[in-house]
């Protein structure tokens, strides 16, 4: 592993302007952000384990990890989509690298929630793919073979083949106020940070997705006063405390048989519980469930074998008081553990477990809790970590062998550290702060 401490990558935005500023206004500080730390938009790291991507002047350019240099311009708009040029929001690289998928003309929705035009570019065919015709689409995601794109449309979800550009649709009960299919609802948004309500398979061949059926929520109204004489309302199904929640059920639609089934999860229709989160572990047909009671003190990881619809329970943990739901759930690539962070002894830390659901053995321990998870290296032995020290005022960052042994504090110096992992979990970069002093990476 290795550590890089880029200068450049958060600046302190208007830092010259300190010393002409002898009297900011509050319009300074709030509303133009003079004194704003200044974020490196576009970054990406790259699959390829030495170097990262940014966004600059319509051009995708790559950079070497370790020393910063500029290796190749992998995108330039102006010569290969000029239709974009000026347009694009975002960027992201499939997982091999071959394709982007481009971000334009966003629109929020709630807090996290947006719809948007998308396009995909394709490195060996070298043609730019508008993703469903003119419409704006929700959470498209590429499927790991590259060969598909999934996304949400109206509450329905759809699947394009991206070399025949042909258009499936999955479901058709998608109804406003009534059904969404891959997409959640305003309360899983708000309160679980979940949005894209579908996962692709690590083979590609199959979709997980959840359907929320809100006929039974009741509305709740908003006004909106948009410069104009009388306000305009807005409803949307919003349960308040005690009232009726979505009902949710878990679907799995296979390529191959090109048909939505429901999946047996165990729960009931009269079961009070919530479905917050979908992951496909490494081994084949095989999906986890989570799930949570209202009360938030009882949560369970399912299994469910999405080949002959059958389920067991894999992890079953009870608390007095509340549960906090998290994702630092990682299933090994072998299928042999799963490794899970709680608070079952009283402070956050890390466990890993057989998949039979045995605990194997606590890998952090002590009263500095975990604080946050950013990830394994590649042979999924070490974990990388931060940590609250000195009474939770501090957060350092520290690395630690998935036997508990051998733990090591990263960043031993004072103050507030943060990290990014990249893709090949090789390299960690770095962000540190102070109550003196802004954040630098």
Known sequence: MKFIIYSGI???????????????????????????????????????????????????????????????????????SPELLNKIQSYEFSKSGKLILFTVNSESIYRYSTIAQHYVFNFESKKLIRIFNLEYIMYPSISPDDKYIAFVYQNNLYCQNLESGKIKQITNDGNKGQIINGASDWIYEEEFTLTRAYEWSPYSDQIAFLKFDESNVKEFSMEYYKDQPYPEVYKFK?????????????????????????????????????????????????????????????????????????????????????????????????????????????????????????????????????????????????????????????????????????????????????GILSVAGNYLVISSSTISSPPHS
């Open 10 to 80: 958060l600046l302190l935005n208007g830092l010259g302007l300190i010393a002409q500023l002898k009297n900011p206004t509050l319009e300074d500080i709030v509303e133009k952000g003079v004194f704003r730390t200044k974020g490196l938009s576009g970054f990406e790291f790259s699959t390829d384990g030495r170097t990262y991507t940014n966004f600059e002047s319509n051009k995708i350019n790559r950079y070497l990890i370790e020393t910063g240099d500029f290796e190749e311009v992998v995108f330039d708009v102006e010569s290969k």
């Open 238 to 418: 919003y349960p308040k405390v005690g009232e009726e929640n979505s009902s949710l059920s878990v679907w799995i639609y296979n390529l191959n048989k090109k048909k939505p089934q429901i999946l047996n999860t165990g729960i009931g229709s009269k079961d009070n519980v919530y479905i917050p989160r979908i992951n496909w572990t490494h081994t084949e047909n095989q999906l986890c469930v989570t799930t949570i009671n209202r009360t938030q003190n009882n949560l369970k990881l399912i299994l469910v074998n999405t080949n002959v619809n059958t389920f067991r329970v894999l992890l079953d943990e009870k608390n007095n008081y509340y549960i906090e739901l998290h994702d630092n759930l990682v299933f090994s690539k072998d299928g042999k553990y799963f490794f899970w962070s709680s608070e079952q002894n009283g402070y956050n830390h890390f466990y890993r477990y057989s998949m039979n659901g045995k605990l194997i053995n606590q890998i952090t321990n002590g009263e500095n809790e975990v604080s946050s998870f950013y990830g394994m290296n590649k042979e999924q032995t070490i974990i990388y970590y931060q940590k609250a020290v000195n009474r939770g005022l501090e957060r350092k960052l520290y690395s630690i062998h998935t036997d508990g042994s051998f733990e090591s504090c990263i960043t031993p110096e004072s103050g507030v550290h943060s």
